[in-house]
């Protein structure tokens, strides 16, 4: 059948299982919103009140669902306002298709209104990008976008088309999706061998778990080696979830903001199996000193990850999923009672902990995973919340915890959000932010009012860019440069004006009535909630030192006192 550029783009979406998309319209990408009221009845569209909060609604879809998150933007300075959640996605490996309108193909190279080179301005934060100039191509160029952000390692492809295309018309074939398959053909039997001969051979084994956990939905598998390795578990940021954050075996997160317990019992094990992840600095600390003490196995599927960031000894390229069945089929049952019980011992002497006696954001979490008892799904933004969060919220399932991990983006996680309801809207969702995060993309709420759904917003509101305040405070002498917002923004009448409900909470006791308020409302909640600007995340390793270097609130308070 003949159709118009913008119908075979919607055919082609409709074709690979796309039911929602995060967009706002413009002058060149008219023919497709045109034609997108058509298929109103077939396709949801979400009206952002940013296109940034667009791509990071079609992240949070997609980290949420499993499913590829889909956002649309005009030509110009809406297609550069995708490229921070473009490339926020990149950095997590996040599945989204950007479609992009740009001007007609005899305007290009012209400095036309609003023309923009949005293919070549993505090509470092994508796994590829195109511009299509002819309607003949513009079918496959959809295909191979979907193709492309799920297959391997995924992450985000943008296509670009002219004006002229969308409004053109060509002969169009519906297809079945190409079959996505898992990534085995780099997997060894020497290597699984190896692998399970370091596992055996071991005295004091750790598992690390990164992302490729939960993209890989490798988590049953994961939970299984665990068991059968008598081991215990951290993991990274982007990786919580793919192991029972209440499992006995888990030790917390590793890392710059890691427990002791973790960071501890890294630097003192004997083999460290890393599965899915890239070894991020604020992971590692030092890396010449990193888990100097263990043999390193790291499984990934992505090539370029093995010896980047540290030199392994053993490593399997594949599917995570896929490695670990191969692993489980040879791996015997093992006993590690000493070290296991040894660590078990390190989580009771070093457990987190906070001051009780005030309002904290520690507290607001601990009592929102209370309420929830754990079964939401919670993104944040980035800072000390964030860090908090995934201290405090024990999260037991993969794909309920949305956060930027490698790009770090403020104002990421109200438009995460917002996806993460559309796509499980049988979910609680909730966006843990700080007031100055909040401030970036607080126009969302007005899009979280207007989608009607239930959703909450929780700002630990310290009146400080905390994070950057806590290393002044530590590294810069209390220099606060630039880091204290003493303004007179009201959160309250703000959201309200945004068309949210809002409840303001200056005390403990207020956090419960809100919090339950919150959870029973129909529509988009607001909860303002002061804490104090001087509260810092802890444990700390130093930025670059040694994971052994890690130290928490009671040895500051033993420093400055030996200063005395």
Known sequence: MELTGAEILLECLKEQGTDTIFGYPGGAILNVYDALYRYSDQITHVLTSHEQ?????????????????VCFATSGPGATNLVTGIATAFMDSIPIV??????????????????????????????????VKDIENLADAIRRAFYIAQSGRPGPVLVDITKDVTAAKYEFKSRTPATIYRETSRIGKNDVENAVSMICAAKKPYIFVGGGGIISG???????????????????LMGKGAFDGTDPLYTGMLGMHGTKTSNLGVSECDLLVVLGARFSDRVTGNASTFAKNAKILQIDVDAAEINKNIMVDASIVGDLKEVLRRILEKLPEQDHHEWTTKILQMKEAYPLNYDHSKLTGPYVIEKLYELTEGNAIISTDVGQH??????????????T????????????????????????????????GGDGCFRMNMNEVATAARIGKPLIQIVLNNHV???????????????????????????????????????????????EPALKKALSAKGAVVLDCWIDQDLSVYPMVPPGADLKEVFDEEDVKKSEGGKN
């Open 53 to 69: 909060g667009a791509a990071h609604a079609a992240d949070g879809y997609a980290r949420a669902t499993g499913k590829v998150g």
């Open 98 to 131: 950007a479609i992009t309108a740009n001007v007609g193909k005899p305007l290009l190279g012209k400095d036309s209104f609003q023309e923009i080179d949005i293919a070549g301005i993505v090509m470092p934060c994508t796994k590829y990008s195109i511009i």
């Open 218 to 236: 490798a988590w049953r598998e994961i939970r299984e080696l665990a068991h059968r390795m008598d081991s215990p578990v951290c993991d990274s």
């Open 386 to 399: 964030q860090m908090w969060t995934a201290q405090y919220y024990k999260f037991r399932e993969p794909r």
């Open 401 to 432: 915890f949305l956060t930027s991990g490698g790009l770090g983006t403020m104002g990421y996680g109200l438009g995460a959000a917002i996806g993460a309801k559309m796509g499980r809207p049988d979910k609680t969702v909730v966006n843990i």
């Open 465 to 511: 860019l905390g994070m950057v305040r806590q290393w002044q405070t530590l590294f810069y002498e209390k220099r606060y440069s630039h880091t204290v917002l003493n303004d007179q923004v009201d959160f309250v009448k703000v959201a309200e004006a945004l068309g949210a409900e809002a409840i303001r909470v200056t005390s403990m006791e207020e956090v």
